[in-house]
């Protein structure tokens, strides 16, 4: 193991969360796969650890210490790496809650980042079916009426959606404006005009729900606007750069499973008269996913401490980690799947899964064209600043 | 409500091996754990201090300065205080002096209830908790599954027994022994595990406690190991394979007869 010079709260972050991961999530794994389940019963699980409040400050209720994201990738890697589906109801949450943190009052924070901490489930929900990519397109609108906001529209594929108590929802104000013109609301689980819709069947991360949000007529206070009306773009921008290592992290801890059991398999798998892994090609094979896998860790941990710093706007950095891991975790399952050979393509071995899973974190949150269009547009913009 | 719960740590038996010259264990390497039958006390302890809503929850252990680990670890799922009797006086003790040595010790404390794991998976006596209950003259009930009422004056406890349940009304202070289906103990929270780890341990010598030197460790123990050695296997044996059970009773029977055993 590299040392990675972790704070004593950080290693008992990390072993924690991986005792969680050994002794609840992995048991349980491959049957809320299969059964495309959300892990209801793990819930006070997180809860009772105190896992949920590492990203938030202390005066909220988290244990924050002033890394917050240092410390949610660390638990996100160890949680991943027992079921990423699984740790979306932590990550999500995350997700859900990072717009508060960055553009909520003290008020805002107080009501709802303490219910983050003690665990109740948050979710984060930009995306309709025209609007994927392109976040400034959204269509769901907001009007102020009185000393309240009616929302109308739909958002799609929302993770923890309907799981959740806390939303963060993003919507026009002033449509006339563009992106300049969207706003974020929280928007809590039981305000009328608000529900969830159906629940969708994916490839992977099965044991997370994704669905779809229907606000009709919504009637949401204005005190839970979150900052100024037209910010809410600046707030999801700002969210994502604090997320994407999180995102990474999930990748990582897919893949770092990958190659444990890769390891194991290759050592006990015998196929001419030899373990398989006494073979060179496929030792190298195992090398090479080691390697990544290490540079994806020094990567994510070295943008979230860049982030706990608040040295400068980390967006390129953190579309990095989250590019490069996700497919480092892409390629890792891939091999993975074939280290095991046909065995691997069987659903009784874990391997398949991984594969299954690891495919979302190159597509959401940004999907890793967009990661590199905001990688290159800094490379230019620095260039630029340099030409007298 | 004040609980004290002694507690013991072993090596984990699920990596131990026997050295087949000395037939000791070989603990090199060997991750030390709270004995799995301790932690279901720990667990009963909080929980009843949970539900009486007062009082705490003390964790005891005899044993040399490593255990801290073990006492830490006890901190982290909600327990309140560690005691450390660590001593070299104590060193060597069986289990009449082991208890004996804890008696002593808890003499010296206020409680309403002593909890301990049925046995430890290293020595499988289950000798220590009824001796505690011995030396300090208290009622026992061993292999408690569930604690149906509890209060300062009374419990009311299920005793899991081979042929059933047993259900014993018991005047306290008291001492139980704990079976594993009393409960699903818990996992360690954040707070939990940075408490234990700044928490201090209360360390008791031999003098401490006021103990009779005489009394304890390997002086004070009547038990002496002879020897030590792995039985060897059975090996024949026949296995009786028919369709149902009174063919198997019957050639069973003849089997017998042939022999002139029956
Ligand atoms: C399981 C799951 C969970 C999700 N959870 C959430 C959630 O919690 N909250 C939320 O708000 N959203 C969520 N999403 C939505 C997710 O963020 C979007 O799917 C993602 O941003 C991509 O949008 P899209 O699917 O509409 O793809 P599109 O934008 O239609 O893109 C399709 C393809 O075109 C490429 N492309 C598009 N524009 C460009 C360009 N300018 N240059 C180069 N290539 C381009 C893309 O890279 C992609 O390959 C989730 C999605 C999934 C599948």
Redesign the pocket.
């Known amino acids: 193991m590299l040392d990675y010079i972790l704070t004593e709260e950080q290693k008992m972050m990390v072993d924690l969360a991986a005792q969680i991961a050994e002794e609840k999530i992995r048991p349980v794994r491959a049957e809320l796969d299969e059964k495309q389940e959300f892990p209801h019963d793990l819930l006070a699980v997180f809860a009772e650890s105190g896992l949920c409040g590492v990203y938030i400050d202390d005066a909220y209720g988290g244990m924050a210490g002033g890394t917050p994201i240092m410390n949610m990738v660390l638990v996100a890697e160890q949680i991943s790496k027992g079921c990423a589906g699984i740790a979306l109801a932590f990550a ?1 949450s995350a ?1 859900g809650a990072l717009p508060i943190i960055i553009s909520g009052t003290e008020e805002q924070k107080k009501k709802y980042l303490s219910r983050v901490a003690e665990g109740e489930i948050a ?5 309709e079916p025209n609007a ?4 400034g397109g959204i269509q769901t609108t907001a009007v102020l009426d009185g000393d309240s906001y009616i929302l109308n529209g739909t ?1 799609q ?4 959606g309907g799981e959740a108590g806390i939303y963060t929802v993003f919507a026009m104000t002033d449509r006339s404006k563009g992106a300049r013109g969207a706003s974020c609301f929280i928007v809590e689980k039981d305000t009328p005009g608000f529900s969830a819709g159906k629940k ?1 069947d ?1 490839l992977g ?1 099965r044991a ?1 729900a ?1 669905r779809e949000l229907i606000f009709q007529d919504c009637r949401v206070p204005a005190e839970n606007l979150l900052g100024k009306p037209g910010s809410g773009f600046m707030t999801a921008m700002k969210t994502f750069d604090a997320s994407r290592p999180g995102i990474g992290a999930q990748a990582l801890g897919i893949a770092t499973e990958a190659l444990e059991l890769s390891v194991q398999y290759a050592r006990e798998r015998k196929q001419f008269g030899k373990p398989i892994i006494a073979n060179q090609g496929l030792q190298w094979m195992l090398a090479d996913m080691a390697m990544q896998i290490e540079a994806s860790r020094a990567l994510i941990y070295a943008v979230a401490r860049h982030i706990d710093s608040g040295a400068g706007r980390p967006t390129a950095y953190s579309a990095m980690s989250k590019t490069f891991a996700s497919d480092v975790a892409m390629k890792v399952t891939v091999d993975a799947v074939q280290v095991f050979g046909g065995y691997g393509y069987m659903k009784e071995y874990p391997v398949e899964k991984l594969m299954r899973d690891a495919k ?1 974190t190159q ?8 990661q590199r ?1 905001e990688i290159a547009r800094a490379l230019i913009k620095e260039a630029a600043s340099k030409k007298k | 409500m004040n609980i004290l719960v002694c507690i013991k740590q072993v090596p984990d038996t699920t990596e131990v091996r026997i050295n087949p010259e000395t037939n000791t264990l070989i603990r090199d390497g060997v991750d030390s754990i709270i004995n799995p039958f301790d932690t279901y006390a720990i667990e009963e302890a909080v929980r009843i201090r949970e539900r009486v809503g007062a009082g705490k929850v003390t964790v005891i252990s005899m044993g040399p300065p490593q255990v801290e680990s073990a006492l830490r670890e006890a901190l982290s799922v909600g327990v309140d205080e560690a005691i450390l009797l660590s001593d070299r006086a104590f060193a060597g003790a069986d289990t009449w002096a082991t208890s004996l040595t804890l008696a002593t010790a808890l003499k010296t404390l206020e409680f309403d209830l002593v909890l301990c794991g049925k046995q430890a998976i290293d020595g499988d006596t289950a000798q220590v908790g009824p001796g505690i209950a011995c030396h300090l003259d208290l009622p026992q009930v061993c292999y408690v599954s569930k604690v149906r009422e509890i209060s300062k004056e009374k419990a009311v406890v299920e005793r899991m027994m081979e042929d059933g349940t047993e259900v014993v009304e018991v005047q306290m202070p008291a001492v139980f022994t704990v079976v594993k289906d009393i409960n699903e103990p818990r996992l360690p929270s954040l707070k939990g595990k940075m408490k234990a780890k700044k928490a201090e341990i209360k360390t008791l010598s031999a003098a401490d406690i006021k103990a009779n030197v005489e009394e304890i460790g390997l002086k004070g123990s009547p038990t002496s190991v002879n020897k030590i050695f792995s039985p060897p296997r059975r090996s024949g044996g026949e296995m009786l394979e028919y369709e149902t059970a009174p063919e198997v009773a019957k050639n069973l029977v003849g089997k017998l007869k042939e022999m002139q055993l029956f």
């Open positions: 999500g997700l979710a984060f929900a930009i995306t994927g990519s392109d976040a958002k594929w929302i993770t923890n969708e994916k991360i997370s994704t979302i597509i959401y949150e940004g999907t890793n064209q967009i269009d």
